[in-house]
């Protein structure tokens, strides 16, 4: 089973980037469909976007498409979130996770999580 580890996040000012690394340990990366999922204090873990084994598909959650692009190399077993124009409702602890089922933004599908980065936003 692999083992995630996010990195890349920090605080930043509204209408900033920020470009999130999950880099995955073993050799069978290239199994999963990867996602990143976001929880803001007192929320529910939201799915923010995934993008499939061999990145013919991508999905988002609305509230960031055309701002937020997912990517993956699997040469290099890592899966990147680039964040564009941010905004304070942004502000979340990212998790990278990944699942064995074709593609998924059910966060209850996904059975490997990484310990997540945090992504603080200020206006």
């Known amino acids: 089973q692999a083992q995630l580890v996010e990195s890349g996040g920090g605080l930043v000012q509204a209408g900033g980037s920020l470009r999130l690394s999950c880099a995955a340990s073993g050799r069978t990366f290239s199994w999963y469909t990867m996602g990143w999922f976001r929880q803001a204090p007192g929320k529910e873990r939201d799915f923010v976007a995934s993008v499939t084994r061999s990145a013919t598909r991508t999905d988002y959650a609305e509230s960031v498409k055309g701002r937020f692009t997912i990517s993956r190399d699997n040469a290099e077993s890592t899966v990147y979130l680039q964040m564009n124009s941010l905004k304070p409702e942004d502000t979340a602890v990212y998790y990278c996770?990944?699942?064995?089922?074709?593609?998924?933004?059910?966060?209850?599908?996904?059975?490997?999580w990484g310990q997540g980065t945090q992504v603080t936003v200020s206006s």
């Open positions: 996770a990944a699942t064995l089922r074709s593609y998924s933004s059910n966060y209850h599908e996904y059975n490997v």
